[in-house]
Structure formats: structure tokens, C-alpha cells
């Protein structure tokens, strides 16, 4: 590499290899129809719940409206999970495609490139949670006429989709750069997800009454229930913390876990290629 290349490279600024990074995503077509389709699927499962209280509640309308941030909540939490998942997958993909070991001829500085690709993942699943929350905010002011709608509780709602999405999204996308492998990826994913909280509540129903405070607090850490309980900015649950405050403090610590053995496996990669 001649010197000038080498001059360019070590001048490269973080914001470009990020800059860099959302442009290859929004450049593909599969992950514009990907992201079109989580979003989808989020504004569906809102409008559906904004539907079912109109359908159901004696109050119609009205009882629709009050549910809006409930909506809201439903449709974040649908498209960071599916964010999520989407990261993971792409993560694990881009190590054993190759994409990895290109981009390190281009940005060498592992830990630059490392938080450029995680940067650029949360920035466009932080637009997905929006756009979704936002449409299915719409069609609860269009249901109710503006009217019964706790516009506080539904700006909470938004800012609790801005927050946790792109979180979500990073916490996948490095899960699947740990794995490396896109089976073994999706299996830690599914056992996170679905197997461990299943697991852990069928054990709250046979365990003594001693155990329960230690397996609630278990059912709570898992990475699924944390999700979701940081987008509960609705939840009355009482407790010495807010239920949302509690899920971020989780998930926080899930990512910071995550994180640290994710870059001490990408410090490493390609080394044996």
C-alpha cells in the first residue's frame, strides 16, 4: 500500500466510516425491503390493537384513544425485536461472507469500523421505531379525532421507541458478531427470546414460594422481557423503580456484556483467514 493510501486510511473519521456504512445498507435492496417489512409489521400490530379496543371497548372511539400509547408501545416493541433479529442476521452474514474482512482493507482500525457498522444499524432501526410508532400514533389520532389521547404518555412512547429499537438493534448486532455464524446466531437468539423465558416461567409454577422473588428477578433479566418492559412506559406495576427504568437498566447491562466479548472476538477476526 503506498504511502499516500496509508496517509488516507489513518485520516479517516469515525462519522465517514459511519456515513459509509448507512449508505451500503440504504444501497441494498434487500435491506430497504427488509426494513419495509419490519415496519410493516410493526403498524400493523399497532393499528391492530387500536382496532381490538375500538371493536370491544363500550366507549369505541374513545376507549381506542386512550389506548394510542399502548399501540404505540406494541408497534416499537414488534419492530425492535424484528430489528434485532434483522442485525444479528446481517452481522453473522457479513463475517462469513467476506464483507468483514473487505472493510478492514478500507478502515483497518478494528474498533472504528466495529462501532461504524453497530452506529449505522441502530441509526436506521432508530428511523424503522419511529416511523412505525409515528404512523400508528397518526391512525390513533385519526380513530379518535385528536381527542382522549394522553399526549404525554404518547410522547413517552415515542422517545421509549427511540431509545430502545436502535438499542435492540445493537444488542443483535452483537450477538452476531460473537457468533459469527448465522445457526448458531439465531439459536442464541431463540433461546434468549423464547426458550429461557418460557423455561424460567414453568419453573415460577412448580418452584416453592421461597424461590419467587430470585426467579421473577431471572424472568426479568432475560433479554426478550427486557424489551419489552423498557417500551412499558404505560405499566402501573409498582416497584421501587419505574417497570421502563428497570427494563433499560437490563438491556443496558446485557449490551455492555455483550459488547466487551464481541470486541475481544472481532479484535481477532481474520487473523486465521
Same mark, same amino acid.
Given at each position: #500500500? ?125 428511523? +424503522? ?26 410522547? #413517552?412512547? #415515542? ?21 459469527r455464524r448465522g445457526a448458531a446466531a439465531m439459536a442464541v437468539a431463540m433461546g434468549?427470546?423464547?426458550? /429461557? ?5 414453568? +419453573? ?6 421461597? /424461590?419467587?422473588?430470585? /426467579?421473577?428477578?431471572?424472568?426479568? +433479566? ?27 437498566? #437490563? ?10 466479548? +464481541?470486541h475481544a472476538r472481532f479484535r481477532r477476526e481474520g487473523h486465521n483467514a
Amino acid at each position: #500500500m503506498s504511502p499516500h493510501v496509508i496517509d488516507q486510511v489513518a485520516a479517516q473519521r469515525w462519522s465517514t466510516v459511519v456515513g459509509s456504512e448507512v449508505r451500503r445498507h440504504l444501497g441494498s435492496r434487500r435491506f430497504r425491503a427488509r426494513m419495509a417489512v419490519i415496519v410493516g409489521l410493526g403498524v400493523l400490530a399497532g393499528l391492530g390493537a387500536l382496532a381490538f379496543v375500538a371493536a370491544f371497548d363500550p366507549r369505541g372511539a374513545e376507549g381506542a384513544a386512550g389506548s394510542a400509547p399502548v399501540a404505540v408501545e406494541t408497534a416499537a416493541g414488534v419492530v425492535a425485536v424484528l430489528a434485532g433479529l434483522a442485525a444479528l442476521s446481517s452481522a453473522a452474514a457479513e463475517t462469513t461472507d467476506g464483507t468483514v474482512l473487505s472493510s478492514l482493507l478500507v478502515v483497518p482500525n478494528r474498533l472504528r469500523l466495529l462501532t461504524a457498522r453497530a452506529v449505522a444499524l441502530m441509526m436506521t432501526g432508530a428511523v +424503522a421505531g419511529l416511523l412505525a410508532a409515528g404512523l400508528v400514533l397518526g391512525g390513533g389520532f385519526a380513530i379518535s379525532g385528536g381527542t382522549g389521547i394522553d399526549v404525554r404518555l404518547a410522547a #413517552m412512547s #415515542m422517545v421509549a421507541a427511540a431509545l430502545v429499537v436502535p438499542l435492540t438493534a445493537l444488542l443483535g448486532f452483537l450477538t452476531g458478531t460473537l457468533a459469527r455464524r448465522g445457526a448458531a446466531a439465531m439459536a442464541v437468539a431463540m433461546g434468549a427470546l423464547l426458550v /429461557l423465558p418460557l423455561a424460567i416461567g414453568a +419453573a415460577q409454577l412448580a418452584a416453592p414460594p421461597a /424461590l419467587t422473588p430470585l /426467579l421473577s428477578f431471572a424472568l426479568a +433479566a432475560t433479554p426478550g422481557v427486557a424489551v419489552m418492559q423498557a417500551l412499558s412506559v404505560t405499566s402501573s406495576q409498582p416497584g421501587a423503580l419505574p417497570v421502563f427504568v428497570m427494563g433499560l437498566g #437490563m438491556l443496558a447491562a446485557w449490551i455492555v456484556i455483550v459488547a466487551a466479548a +464481541a470486541h475481544a472476538r472481532f479484535r481477532r477476526e481474520g487473523h486465521n483467514a
